[in-house]
């Protein structure tokens, strides 16, 4: 099925021309594939008029208040208009099957009380939905030519054409009702149309053979186009958010990335260059490690990190193992309590030094989630802060740079806990005297004296196997801050303690305290497009190199926008109120983002705005005024 855009008079229908179509019997006509292509195109040409098809194509029928006072109609007719609709009569829905088609059950009651009914008749819907997609189909059948073609297109013609008159019979005692009511006028452009059943009697290899851009699956069942908006729909999604490099050998991707198997490059020089070619295909980015960002996650334990670890490190740097090593870590929703927080971020962190170690091999890590853009955000900023030593606005803007991403608003403060607890050797973020590492040092040491540990040197090695055990118990609670120096991944014994020994609950307060969340002054001036009440947790998303998709609170925060280089807002009947000294706007009035009007009579001016700011961008680079 196809719905061309654009405006047309009302009165003006599509129809099919006589030449094109034979009539046999009972208002069911034949054609040939032929004569369908003609007029297949000519339809394809022909606009769709959205004054005449809306809102009676939202699903309203008159029949509900609340819907009629929503879209401002006192009654809604069936419009007066002949659309075209192929319908796909074969056992197989993948095979020998043409472009733009639909099944019978998406048109018609297969099954008794109502079989061979029109599914639109018995659909009262009286809900307000102005996306109501899966009846569309169905309610734009009854005001369509319905062609038929494949094995069962004969039966289902005699069933589908009885069906049509039925349904005009039901229309015209309608419209006679209303006239009786509401007078003539009501019933001026009511749709007294005689819709037609068309079979068509070529054999499929006839359009395989000459018409292959109207084939969506031939014969043998192999897709020849992509027209499924769903699947594209995937694609795009696929493409914008494909595997891509954040910091050396640290990826970010979707799952689609996420190799089955390595490519083990110490295979052996007899290997024929077709398997070789394979493997490239199957790890094209070499990944050893892949961490599964989902709500269901269990986190990696200590113990696993250390087993993963220790296989690792028997292989040469830049070697990837003979299995994939997968992990799993938490995507949203991360416990609050204060414990359970706690629990959580120890193993956090533990994933950290463990990827950080490993990036140190050489060895490149791979962060997937199912869309590549939600659930790996956070542990993607949180390395981005880790490792980079960022705070977190700059991790958004240092990650955005790289790829678009979306972050929950009930996430963020999770990832305020986080880089609070991964700067916590400082109270703020304001200016302090610049300290030597020595003293940075020093001050860590004082931290482990207060919490009754033996003397131990920064690299993990510690006097005496009592205090390591102890002080690695300890470290489970409150891992070193990330301006320490020397960070290492530490022994199998620290590990070991970690899972299997109780935190202390006598750790003081002062060293073991609750992250405060409210941002200092400091912050505020810096990142003030962060802390705005407008900031939801992520930025519009970038659909084209130079294109953002946002909503209002993004079009109401200036601070953002300027963050981002966004120059230029589109604002479809939604006043941004920006300041016009600083940003370029076009506000398109009279039009509202609800579904239902349509921008069509708006978008040349949206055009020329477009272009303009793409030739004074030119003129910038060229130099000129």
């Not at 419009?79 to 472009?99: A, F």
């Not at 169905?138 to 073609?149: A, K, P």
């Not at 986190?299 to 670890?309: E, G, K």
């Not at 609800?594 to 030739?615: A, K």
Request: net charge negative; with cysteine.
């Amino acid at each position: 099925m196809t719905l061309a855009d654009g405006q047309t008079n009302s009165s003006s229908l599509f129809d099919i021309p006589d030449d094109l179509i034979t009539l046999k019997q009972d208002n069911i006509y034949t054609t040939t594939a032929r004569q369908f292509a003609a007029f297949h195109k000519r339809y394809l040409q022909f606009p769709l008029p959205n004054d005449m098809l809306f809102p009676w194509l939202h699903g309203v029928d008159g029949y509900s208040n609340q819907q009629n006072l929503f879209f401002g109609v006192r009654r809604s007719m069936v419009p007066k208009y002949r659309g075209l609709m192929v319908i796909h009569c074969q056992d197989s829905e993948t095979t020998s099957r043409l472009i733009e088609t639909v099944l019978p059950r998406q048109v018609l009651f297969m099954e008794p009380p109502h079989q061979y009914e029109f599914i639109n008749s018995y659909n009262k819907d009286v809900s307000i939905n102005l996306r109501n997609f899966q009846n569309q189909v169905s309610r734009f059948s009854t005001i369509c030519d319905l062609v038929l073609y494949g094995t069962h297109a004969q039966h289902l013609a005699t069933e589908l054409a009885a069906a049509q008159r039925r349904l005009q019979q039901e229309r015209l005692a309608q419209i006679e009702a209303v006239q009786k009511s509401a007078g003539k006028r009501a019933v001026v452009n009511a749709n007294t149309l005689t819709y037609r059943t068309i079979v068509i009697e070529d054999e499929f290899s006839v359009f395989e053979r000459d018409y292959p851009e109207l084939v969506m699956y031939d014969s043998t069942g192999l897709l020849m186009q992509r027209r499924d908006f769903v699947e594209l729909e995937n694609m795009q999604m696929r493409e914008m958010s494909k595997a891509t490099e954040i910091t050396r050998n640290i990826w970010v991707g979707n799952t689609q990335d996420a190799p089955v198997s390595t490519y083990d490059i110490g295979m052996s020089s007899s290997s024929s260059s077709s398997e070789f070619s394979h493997e490239e295909d199957v790890n094209p980015h070499q990944f050893s490690i892949c961490i599964e960002a989902h709500d269901l996650a269990d986190m990696p334990l200590p113990s696993t990190l250390t087993l993963a670890r220790e296989t690792l490190n028997d292989l040469k740097d830049g070697q990837m193992p003979s299995e994939m090593i997968h992990f799993d870590m938490y995507a949203t929703g991360v416990p609050n309590e204060k414990s359970e927080f706690d629990a959580f971020y120890t193993r956090l962190y533990q994933l950290l030094l463990f990827m950080e170690d490993q990036a140190a091999h050489d060895r490149r890590i791979l962060i997937h989630c199912s869309d590549g853009y939600t659930e790996s955000s956070l542990l993607a900023l949180t390395w981005i802060m880790y490792h980079c030593k960022l705070q977190l606005p700059e991790a958004y803007l240092y990650l955005q740079r790289i790829r678009s991403f979306f972050v929950y608003a009930a996430d963020v403060p999770t990832l305020r806990r986080i880089e609070h607890m991964l700067f916590e050797d400082h109270d703020s973020i304001e200016p302090q005297p610049k300290r030597k590492k020595s003293t940075t040092t020093a001050d860590a040491s004082e931290a482990i004296k207060r919490l009754s540990v033996g003397g131990v040197h920064l690299n993990g090695r510690a006097d005496s196997d009592s205090d390591d055990e102890q002080m690695e118990t300890q470290a489970s609670a409150t891992p070193p801050p990330i301006r320490a120096d020397h960070r290492q991944l530490l022994d199998d014994a620290y590990i070991n303690t970690i899972s299997n020994t109780d935190i202390d609950e006598k750790i003081p307060d002062n060293i073991y305290r609750q992250s405060q969340l409210s941002p200092t002054k400091e912050e505020e001036r810096l990142f003030p497009w962060f802390y705005s009440p407008r900031f939801e947790g992520s930025f519009p998303s970038r659909i084209l190199p130079f294109l953002y998709l946002g909503n209002l609170n993004h079009a109401t925060n200036p601070a953002m926008l300027k963050a981002l280089n966004i120059t230029h807002i589109v604002s479809v009947g939604e006043k941004a109120d920006l300041d016009s000294s600083a940003f370029e706007l076009l506000f398109l009035d009279n039009l509202y983002d609800d579904g239902i009007d349509s921008i069509q009579s708006r978008l040349s001016n949206v055009m020329d705005f477009v272009g303009r700011y793409f030739v004074e961008n030119d003129n910038k680079r060229d130099g000129k005024k």
